[in-house]
């Protein structure tokens, strides 16, 4: 029920909880696999089916002088404009009807090309009947081409009939759901569509590198049943299918299909399938998808490369780990580090090697020593086997597996690769008419997560201005996309709030595992503070990233849930210029039980 559901994503989901123990009929299928032209799907091809020169939101603001610097040039400027505008409208109409043609009907008229050039190739001795056939045909297109520039207007748009939705969600996954979630609780009315590229119902993605390859369940593959950090057994997807589908009729779902292109001015978005709605409220939450490979894949060694994202490359990877000896993860920040652990633990006779580029595993967020210790421990613990400095030159076929081909010289061979790098943000419709941030990637947004009017963005794909920080951020967590989903559907409800939150994430590699607040880059100082100060025994600290002396994120091992506790103290702003300040912000000492509460234990 969406209704309890909803309480029950604000009062768990921050701690890891996830939501139903019943299981989704909806099916898996295969693992989504490179060709060597990497991972540009056909879809893309579908695009801009809006006018590129439709008027803004936000118009230019003229300052005052300008304005009277246009009129001292308006009279004089008046009959050029006359002589030179006519022509250029007439010119942009003809333009904007061979754009709409070849873009919102594109398939159509592509097989009319190539049926009128199939009939020529075949006519070559009827040239003059087919030339008087082809001035009927233009003459006949030049009739369509009045109805398809008007496609996309107000008034043919009612004529067309696109389906009006009150809101429409882009994304299927946390940020979707907590979206659809705060959209229904006070209305269970609420007209929703929702749309995501998969074939599931919303489930949660951090157990897929983490608690699903640590179960006990030798059926895991199947029963997708997990237990939290807490120890609470927990089902994967957030509600099963009758409440989700069933008993809310007026939630629509589409699965499998993405949205190719957005009207932002007419409020239409346009599907892979040819599909159009029109909506009043919209939510962009598409996540992010797993980038190229650095390396062309040859056909022959398609079935022993993969990706890792979702839920059907976990059921991939799950079984295909079965059937083999050796295996190589490559990728060594958050995604790598994390499923080659979790092979590691879940299969004993599998060897598991992890390459990543750079020098040391989780070089961009650890500090160099801490990297080492880390992977030091992963390797003695659990069996890892580590290759960095490993840069790609190709791959081969080798008997049933593969040869890995490395820049140095080293040949490594394997049953099979997962390419596990950090994913990039899937916003290829938004490109044309949207603002994308050019530092952090992303959609960039308001206080309110809106992008323009009635347009709203949430998750992987935002980026936003972090009130904590000052400063715009991308983030890719969890704890994250749940928020912003909340809020923008909030905002899409006409509440006006601002986003404040500040995320925290967690990680768990092997017998490591540890929480994070704010910007963790390694390119910045760092302190670090250790209950032990033994080098072998950094189990319980914290991990402090300073700018210009002010801390703007912190990693706190062996303290669980006291990373948010440091919010306040980046909020502040002040500098830190002495070391023996970051003693005493965290605490990591279990606090002691009181006495009333060990007798109600009693």
């Known amino acids: 029920m969406f209704r309890n559901i909803s309480s029950s994503i604000k009062n768990k989901a921050r701690t890891n909880q996830f939501f139903s123990k019943n299981e989704s009929k909806i099916s898996a299928s295969s693992s989504l696999k490179w060709t060597e032209k ?109 109805e398809e520039n008007q496609l996309l207007s107000e008034e043919t748009t009612k004529k067309k009939g696109y389906p009006k939705k009150k809101y429409v969600i882009i994304g299927g996954g946390v940020g979707g759901y907590a979206a659809l979630t705060e959209l229904v609780e006070d209305d269970r009315e609420s007209e929703v569509l929702m749309i995501t590229a998969e074939e599931h119902l919303p489930y949660a993605r951090p157990p897929l590198s983490k608690e699903l390859w640590t179960s006990s369940d030798s059926n895991v593959n199947e029963n997708l049943h997990f237990k939290t950090r807490e120890g609470i057994e927990q089902h994967i997807y957030f509600e099963d299918e009758e409440s989700l589908m069933k008993e809310n009729p007026n939630v629509e779902w589409l699965f499998n299909k993405r949205v190719v292109d957005i009207d932002v001015r007419r409020h239409l978005i346009l599907l892979d399938d040819g599909q159009i709605f029109e909506y009043s409220k919209c939510l962009i939450a598409s996540g992010c998808e797993p980038s190229p490979p650095p390396i062309p894949i040859p056909e022959d060694c398609l079935d022993n490369v993969s990706s890792f994202k979702t839920l059907n490359d976990f059921k991939h990877l799950e079984a295909k780990s079965n059937k083999i000896k050796d295996i190589v993860i490559f990728g060594g920040e958050f995604l790598g580090s994390e499923l080659a652990c979790g092979l590691a633990h879940r299969r004993e006779n599998l060897k598991v090697r992890q390459m990543f580029p750079e020098a040391t595993m989780m070089a961009n967020i650890f500090p160099q020593y801490l990297s080492e210790h880390v992977s030091e421990r992963i390797k003695n613990e659990i069996g890892v086997d580590f290759h960095p400095n490993a840069k790609l030159e190709r791959i081969e076929k080798n008997g049933e597996g593969v040869v890995l081909h490395l820049e140095n010289g080293e040949r490594v061979e394997t049953d099979h690769v997962v390419f596990a790098t950090e994913p990039e943000p899937s916003i290829d419709f938004a490109l044309k008419d949207l603002e994308i941030d050019p530092i952090n990637g992303g959609i960039t947004a308001n206080a309110e997560l809106e992008t323009r009017s009635d347009l709203f963005v949430a998750g992987d794909v935002l980026s936003y201005y972090d009130m904590t920080l000052k400063r715009r951020r991308r983030v890719e967590h969890y704890d994250h996309a749940l928020n912003t989903g909340e809020t923008a559907a909030a905002n899409m409800k006409g509440k006006k709030m601002p986003y404040s939150h500040f995320p925290t994430f967690w990680s768990e590699m092997g017998n490591v595992s540890f929480e994070g607040v704010g910007i963790t880059d390694s390119k910045l100082e760092t302190v670090s503070v250790w209950q032990k100060t033994d080098s072998k025994n950094l189990e319980k600290g914290a991990v402090y990233y300073l700018d210009n002396k002010k801390i703007v994120g912190a990693i706190v091992f062996g303290a669980p849930g006291k990373s948010h506790l440091l919010k306040s103290t980046i909020g502040y702003g002040l500098p830190y210029l002495d070391n023996q300040d970051f003693k005493n912000l965290i605490s990591f000492e279990k606090p002691k039980e009181s006495k009333e509460s060990l007798e109600s234990q009693d």
């Open 38 to 146: 990497g991972r540009k799907s056909n879809w893309n091809s579908i695009r801009n089916f809006s006018q590129k020169n439709e008027k803004r939101d936000h118009p230019p603001n003229h300052s005052s002088s300008s304005i009277q610097n246009q009129k001292l040039v308006q009279s004089s400027s008046l009959n050029l404009g006359v002589l030179i505008g006519i022509p250029l409208i007439f010119s942009a109409i003809y333009f904007n009807s061979e754009y709409y043609k070849g873009n919102v009907h594109l398939n159509k008229h592509h097989e009319e090309e190539e049926e009128e050039e199939e009939e020529n190739s075949e006519e070559d001795d009827h040239e003059d009947d087919d030339e008087e056939d082809e001035d009927e045909e233009e003459g006949n297109e030049d009739e369509e081409e009045n």
